[in-house]
């Protein structure tokens, strides 16, 4: 469950992210988040797993109080989460293997559980052939399937993804979506940034649509919107 | 933290070493030149140390015994010095010693002045005294100077008194100077250690929103950090100790005074201590003081 | 022009992303590149500007023999073309004014002609009220037209863009799609690597389909293909 | 290079090490401390060569004349010493004078012993000389001998043999200790300014994919080395200089030799240059040699 109540966001250069947002997220839900270049897609998203503090309002994720969470618990926050960064954020002095059991490696698995699980998603996102490349020898499709691979690979309940496609051929992001669905069916909550109108038109899910900072809309099965 | 999570951090803090390669290489270095520039100091400083006390060692007091003084009256003088603290040892001199001592003071040519002297010999008898800590002769002296049968006690007063202003201001230049090089060592190696972790501040923002706690981003880098300090700190262990030894054979051989030096025997642990210790130490903690400047947001 | 005969290109790990590439773009061309993720799209554009040397072939362009040229022409090579890169390539010291001008000082350009066209293409991408905002302080499709305002600054011959709107909406895209279009009428050659089939689909050219690391179709006015 | 890329460049450069901030805090205190050590080193070795002069120079020679010789004589004497090069200057001391300087060596209760010789003097006139190198005083010694009505020269040939083997090895050592100390800070001002540099190759290449050629790269860079190295160079300078006028005070009014320290004006614009040439040259240095590994593909 992910609740936002009046959030605002103002980045200390001035420029304003989000002007009262409130929005809630039911457990299991399938959710898109549309809106033009620079509307706050990705600030709101943020503020979800605390990479961003909010300036003014209350969210809630999981029982946690995000904003007004100490320090040492955020790790157990993001651990609940699996994001997938719009920029990727992998760890260049890994391999695509390492980055991958990163995540698990974080959360104390056991070793002998980490390799077939790691070997698993990296199968599922077709990456099983680069596990001992580093991220700076993929093409830019083949890092965003590495950083979706980490995300899912703890099987968090709650999947938030930032624009997971945009570097990826419309017959691999089908099998990414693919993914998506199945994972929501098994009960996780999906947050999707996306502008793939193709994906939100035809995959109907509820549309959330930011525009200035503002939801313009919010949509059960909702299309993309903005018809030129 | 579990054993493995342990054991983890040892195998990335090794990899981290290896995949940073010339940034590791950099640091390094300049570990080692810094600790190496410290080991000659400390060597200096040790030596210097050690030269000064030869040379206050070569202080002695003089005490004068009463002309009338019999071997009786000698042995109780005797028994007496035994007595008093601070009294390292000491030698009777009898006149005729004495004056023969005195005659060698003089040049050849002007012996036939002092012929006379030996019929009539005007010098007393004599005990020469060393004090266990030299800085303290003028005590020494004082006390031995209290004796019965001794008249007068001399050491060089005022001598002694320049030797020792001199050797203490040595001895005080020379721990300020190790002070100061020990602190700058530290900062320069815990300056570079810096350097080569800061470089990395992006790859701990990414480990703390993947949900790795400080400990576990902490655990590779302190690894990483020991290693670099332990590393660092070999190479100019063995370089000091190889040249150190080199010297102290050219030194004994040349100048043939075998106390000049230091022998290498308990120098080579204490040097090597040091080094690692500091070397170990610094690491560590330069490496976690930067590594926390990135955990703190 | 833009020819390549035979190229083919295997990286120091040992993956070969292009087997046996040739092609030949004329002046004033505008094609398109597609093909699925880790196809070689990236590494077919990186051979044009020499980021990449091929193992084995013959690159000309615009009368440069791009393998074999000497390190001190590469600059010239370079300056005649404008690059977006997938990953922006974005300078993190310098604001957005001061990562455009850089390509603009970069071939001496008197100061006081700078500032009018740095404003000027910054506004064409709209983004005149981020011009002192740093890398780190934009969104994704923000930092991705910094990109595109920095490859088009120079008026150069060739464009060359890899994915240029892989992080836009659909409407910022098709702004885009427009700029590139009128370059192309006053003569700029145009290789864009692309995903969106929406854009190919519409705006019908030229279309370059790398397979695997070979050209499987090259059409004129083609479309994006690989219906699924 | 047209003017206004070079403009560009300047300003690049001052930008660039203020955006870096912490960067450039930390690679500028390193290069301060670096050179803090060097200078305290060069004053010392400066000082100790300066004190080693000092005592050379209290070597003399001394020129005894026949008995017989007359004032005539030792005009001419006077007049041949003047011919002899290496001779710094010479003093003329009369039997007299030399008996008197002859009896104050000796302690007072033996003074009456000297008494008959105040009668008949067996001293001879003789000349006090000093070489213009001390080191040659024993070759200057050998022409004194061979001028007429001099019938022997002595200037503590041993004493004066061993003083100089020490003062030398002194020396020597001084000269190896700076020249290798001068190395280890180049070596660790220029690995410390690469470490900030080589931070940015990410950078580099971009702006290479950009069109930049190399000089335009560099520019920057160049600038960002010089004043890297000129601002850390200015701090020790600073520091040393107000250091070593408190210690000379403290010294010459403690001690009230006023010989024993080189004074602070022509050593304060020396040690100045040295830091700054070297802080200037190893910036640029360092920071051109990490561009130039970037620079390469
Ligand atoms: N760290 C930051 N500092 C200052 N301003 C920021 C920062 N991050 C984002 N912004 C600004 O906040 C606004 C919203 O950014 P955000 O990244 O949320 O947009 P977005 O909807 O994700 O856009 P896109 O689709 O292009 O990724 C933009 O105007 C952006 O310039
Ligand atoms: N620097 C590199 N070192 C090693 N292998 C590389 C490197 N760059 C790319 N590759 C590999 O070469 C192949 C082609 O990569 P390229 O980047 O050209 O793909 P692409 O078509 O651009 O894919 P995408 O659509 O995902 O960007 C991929 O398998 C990739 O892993
Ligand atoms: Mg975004
Ligand atoms: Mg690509």
Do not use: C
């Not at chain 2, 990335?12 to 010339?22: D, H, I, P, T, V």
């Not at chain 2, 940034?23 to 000064?52: E, K, P, Q, R, Y």
């Not at chain 2, 001199?93 to 005007?122: A, M, T």
């Not at chain 2, 815990?190 to 703390?208: D, F, P, V, Y």
């Amino acid at each position: 469950m992910i609740e936002m109540q009046d959030v605002w966001k103002t980045y200390p250069n001035g420029s304003t992210a989000l002007q009262g947002v409130s929005v809630k997220i039911d457990k299991g839900e399938f959710v898109y988040v549309v809106g033009p270049s620079g509307a706050g897609k990705s600030t709101f998203i943020k503020l979800m797993y605390r990479e961003e503090k909010p300036t003014k309002g209350k969210i809630f994720l999981n029982g946690f109080s995000v904003e007004k969470m100490k320090e040492k618990q955020i790790p157990r926050l993001r651990r609940s989460i699996g994001v997938v960064f719009q920029d990727f954020k992998l760890l260049p002095r890994l391999t695509v293997y390492e980055n991958v059991a990163f995540a698990m490696e974080v959360i104390e698995t056991p070793k002998r559980n980490i390799k077939p699980r790691v070997m698993e998603v990296l199968e599922l996102v077709k990456l099983k052939h680069k596990v001992r490349s580093f991220p700076d020898q993929l093409s830019g499709g083949e890092q965003q399937r590495v950083a979706l691979a980490r995300a899912l690979v703890n099987n968090p309940s709650i999947v938030i993804a930032d624009e997971p496609t945009g570097n990826l051929d419309p017959d691999t992001s089908w099998e990414i979506m693919d993914i998506f669905e199945q994972i929501n069916t098994r009960g996780t909550t999906v947050v999707m940034a996306t502008h793939n109108r193709e994906i939100v038109d035809t995959m109907r899910k509820r549309v959330i649509a930011i525009e200035n900072g503002r939801i313009a809309r919010d949509q059960e099965r909702g299309e993309y919107g903005y018809e030129d | 933290m579990k054993i493995r999570t342990v054991g983890r951090h040892i195998r990335q803090g090794f990899l981290n070493l290896s995949r940073n390669g010339w940034m590791t290489f950099a640091s390094v270095s300049a570990v080692s030149i810094t600790l190496l520039i410290l080991g000659v100091f400390l060597l200096l400083a040790l030596n210097v140390n050690h030269l000064a006390d030869v040379v206050e060692n070569q202080v002695e007091i003089r005490a004068f015994l009463d002309l009338t003084a019999d071997s009786e009256d000698i042995e109780n003088v005797e028994k007496e010095l035994e007595q008093i603290l601070g009294v390292e040892s000491y030698t009777f001199v009898s006149k005729d010693e004495g004056l023969s001592e005195f005659r060698e003071g003089f040049p050849e040519q002007d012996q036939d002045l002092l012929e006379g002297l030996e019929e009539e010999n005007p010098l007393p008898d004599s005990f020469v005294i060393k004090a266990v800590d030299p800085q303290k002769t003028g005590e020494v002296a004082e006390k031995v100077l209290k004796l019965p049968h001794v008249y007068d006690v001399t050491y060089g007063k005022e001598t002694v008194e320049k030797l020792f202003k001199v050797t203490n201001t040595i001895r005080n230049f020379g721990l300020v100077f190790i002070i100061g090089l020990t602190f700058t060592a530290l900062f320069l190696i815990s300056n570079t250690i810096r350097l080569t972790i800061m470089a990395r501040g992006k790859e701990i923002e990414i480990m703390k929103l993947v949900g790795a706690t400080r400990g576990f981003i902490r655990g590779p880098f302190f690894v990483e950090g020991l290693l670099m300090g332990l590393i660092g700190s070999i190479i100019p262990i063995i370089l000091l100790l190889v040249g150190y030894y080199f010297l102290f054979s050219y030194v004994t051989s040349e100048f043939l005074i075998l106390n000049v030096m230091l022998p290498l025997y308990p120098l080579a642990l204490q040097i090597a201590g040091i080094l690692l210790g500091i070397g170990a130490f610094i690491g560590i903690w330069g490496s976690m003081m930067s590594v926390r400047k990135f955990l703190k947001i």
